[in-house]
Every structure is written in C-alpha cells, then in structure tokens.
C-alpha cells in the first residue's frame, strides 16, 4: 500500500536525532509485530482500546476518522469492523509501512506521513480525531497547535490522552484553554490509572 511523504519539522524541545526518544522511539525494532506484541499484553493498552473504541462506538458506518499518529495501526482492526473510513497520519515511515500490513480493505483506507502539527487534511474533513500518546512528544504549545488542528479539521469529536502530573504533564485545562468557541470537553476518563486520562471534546451540536 502506497502513502504520501510529507516533511516533519521537530520540535525545538526534542532530543537529538539519533536518540530512540519521542517520534523516533517506534522505529526499527521497536515497529511493528514486535511494538505490538510487547503491548498489547499490558493493562494500560487494554482499558485504553477499551476506552477509546467505546467513544467511537456510536459513529455511523462510512464515517471518517482521523487517526494521528496512528502508529502501527492498533485501532485499523476496529474501524474496518465498524465500517469506519480511516486517515492514518504519522511522521515515521516505518510505522506507517508497518500499518500498511493491517489495512483489510484499501478503499477505505488512506496513510499519509505527516506532522500532528500541520495536519494534511481539509477543514472539517473527518468525524472524528483520535490523537493517543502523542502529547507527551510535544512541548505544551505544541500541544495546543495539534489540538487546533485537530479542531479545524473535526466535524464531531476529538480523542485525546494526557497525563496530569510529572514531567510529561499535558493536563485538561491546556486543551480547555485551547478550546475553540464551538468546541467543548465532553469526557475526562481515567485510563489505566487516575493520572492518566483519555479526554473526548465534541462539537456543540448547533454547530455540527
């Protein structure tokens, strides 16, 4: 399966390239069957699928969802079950190619490599954003900007993880304060431990 290429500017706060830290840490050894298999076993992966697939459970067959970054593909099988059309952006090709392998049916699929910040899609394009484990890769203001995008191109509703506290804290209130006028916080649920939470914004319904 073929993807775009788009160019990935790092943020400033990242460590230097050759370090397996932030987008680069899922490359290699760590893509693919082996990322997979390593997590998929754990109880912080299990109630987060769990979790997340239980806000999306209620989208209508033939919707879109934008999936950023979508890694090696862990929510591809529940879309294509959902009859869910699918976006899958990420910056590194080889998540990207290892999430080529679990794409059923290619017409409903489209992976593009691209930055969270400057997300390759047309205003209010897709239903629903899903954006897990990324927040801790970016710098608070960073954070903010894929959430403004991820609202410009959002008809429905975003999905979110963030921790609370500690040095990777990404709490609700940035994304509340980045909150555009139409746009609203319509779940905090702890994940696999109270500080870390899996956030779901949506569109006021007037506005949709």
Not at 45 to 56: A, D, F, K, N, S
Not at 89 to 106: C, F, G, I, N, S
Not at 141 to 160: G, L, P
Request: charged letters at 30%.
């Amino acid at each position: 399966m073929s993807f775009e290429l788009l160019n990935y500017e790092p943020p400033i706060e990242e460590p230097q390239a050759q370090r397996k830290t932030g987008a680069r840490k899922y490359t290699g050894e760590n893509a693919g069957d082996g990322y997979r298999a390593k997590r998929e076993q754990s109880a912080k992966w299990q109630v987060e699928q769990g979790v997340i697939e239980g806000m999306l459970t209620d989208l209508h067959p033939g919707s879109w969802v934008l999936d950023v970054p979508c890694g090696e593909g862990r929510f591809f099988d529940f879309y294509h079950k959902q009859g869910l059309i699918f976006r899958g952006v990420d910056v590194e090709k080889e998540q990207l190619e290892a999430a080529a392998t679990r794409v059923k049916d290619p017409m409903k699929a489209r992976l593009i490599q691209g930055d969270v910040r400057a997300i390759p899609c047309q205003d209010k394009s897709v239903d629903a954003t899903v954006m897990c484990r990324i927040t801790r890769w970016l710098s608070p203001e960073d954070c903010k900007k894929a959430f403004w995008e991820a609202q410009r191109v959002t008809r429905d509703r975003i999905i979110i993880t963030a921790r609370r506290s500690g040095p990777h804290a990404r709490p609700v209130s940035l994304f509340v304060e980045a909150l555009l006028p139409d746009w609203k916080l319509a779940s905090d649920t702890p994940g696999y431990e109270e500080d870390y939470r899996i956030l779901m914004f949506q569109r006021d319904k007037g506005e949709v």
